[in-house]
């Protein structure tokens, strides 16, 4: 069992930044996949970003690429995402998830076995 917890939304104008953390605890001495994925009042969760477990490779969702980054410390057990040019539709709740099942990296929101509760990002016009 892994428990992801995420922190750092908030409130920010168009145009700005927020990182977000993610962090996991119990079971992490096993090697995991982070992603991070949002969803937007009546829409679907969608896939952000990932990072495979090792941090060697990335992966995101096209309308972020250029704006967000994510990383992760292993030795803190702990995925950033960092957001930059927010725009009004990043306004969502950002969940990040753990996949310690799959060699590879499977964007889909069902691979992802462990999800953290949630972080609410506002972006303001």
């Known amino acids: 069992q892994v428990h992801m917890e995420e922190s750092g939304g908030g409130l920010v104008q168009a145009g700005g930044s927020l990182r977000l953390s993610c962090v996991a605890s119990?079971?992490?001495?096993?090697?995991?996949?982070v992603g991070w994925f949002r969803q937007a009042p009546g829409k679907e969760r969608e896939f952000v970003a990932a990072?495979?477990?090792?941090?060697?490779?990335?992966y995101y969702e096209d309308s972020v690429k250029g704006r967000f980054t994510i990383s992760r410390d292993n030795a803190k057990n702990t995925v950033f995402l960092q957001m930059a040019s927010l725009k009004p539709e990043d306004t969502a709740v950002y969940y990040c998830?753990?996949?310690?099942?799959?060699?590879?990296?499977?964007?889909?929101?069902?691979?992802?076995?462990?999800w953290g509760q949630g972080t609410q990002v506002t972006v303001s016009s």
């Open positions: 998830a753990a996949d310690p099942r799959h060699e590879v990296v499977i964007l889909s929101t069902w691979a992802w076995a462990y």
């Open positions: 119990g079971r992490t001495d096993s090697t995991y996949h």
């Open positions: 990072i495979s477990y090792n941090g060697d490779k990335t």
